[in-house]
């Protein structure tokens, strides 16, 4: 069936430093990827989605693009903040039968000043 | 507009009882899902209903339950409370369809002792 994996973390960075977090699925025919965030204390929510190969989508200063070829989304940002401190989640969405969003483990981030 | 309302924030149950929870969809959003949050699983996906259809579920035993009413307002249950039941529950509302982004709602959490 479906699945997200995404790196283990937490990941630890100092401000202004280049994030990667890692992300791939497992999905026949063609999901929609997301990225949700969930801040210290708030609910998850939506950072950015794509919803075809090779979409890019963009956010706050975060990026990912949908790679068919290597199943992957991963989530890029090329100067983090102390404000950017929350968990990640990656997601997939596809009808297989009824419609579902699974979501990877999520990637816990801190940011240092 | 208001967003998605989960009831009750949180409560504390014993084993063998059962709890219902709620959730209210944002205004116009007619598909609602329901996940299991806990730190060792992460987000688990439980159904997903839309116009008071269940259209996917998750994989968990048949004490978990759900149904949607006419004005998309939905209810989850648990009957025979075990203690591995603990844990954050959280509604998403969404317009549905493959690229829909949901919305999620702040979690009931659920603590059985």
């Known amino acids: 069936g479906n699945s997200v994996t995404q790196m283990e973390g937490p990941v630890t960075l100092s401000e202004e430093a280049f994030l990667t977090i890692n992300c791939t699925y497992t999905a026949t025919g063609y999901p929609s990827l997301f990225w949700y965030v969930q801040y210290p204390g708030e609910g998850l929510q939506l950072l950015l989605k794509?919803?075809?190969?090779?979409d890019k989508g963009s956010n706050k200063g975060f990026e990912a693009t949908y790679r068919k070829e290597t199943t992957s989304f991963h989530l890029e940002k090329g100067s983090v903040q102390v404000s950017d401190s929350a968990v990640y989640f990656c997601a997939l969405r596809q009808n297989t039968g009824g419609f579902k969003t699974i979501f990877g483990a999520g990637t816990r981030l801190f940011v240092k000043a | 507009k208001a967003g998605v309302t989960q009831t009750p924030r949180y409560l504390i149950k014993t084993r063998g009882q059962q709890v219902t929870l709620s959730c209210s969809p944002i205004s116009g959003h007619r598909s609602v899902s329901w996940y299991q949050q806990t730190p060792g699983q992460g987000l688990q996906f439980l159904f997903e209903?839309?116009?008071?259809?269940?259209?996917n579920k998750g994989n968990f035993p048949g004490r978990f339950s759900g149904r949607q009413f006419s004005n998309s307002r939905s209810e989850m249950n648990v009957s025979t409370l075990e203690l591995g039941d603990s844990a954050l529950y959280l509604c998403a509302s969404s317009l549905g369809g493959d690229t829909g982004e949901l919305f999620f709602g702040e979690g009931s959490r659920l603590t059985v002792l």
């Open positions: 794509a919803t075809k190969a090779d």
């Open positions: 209903y839309f116009s008071e259809t269940q259209r």
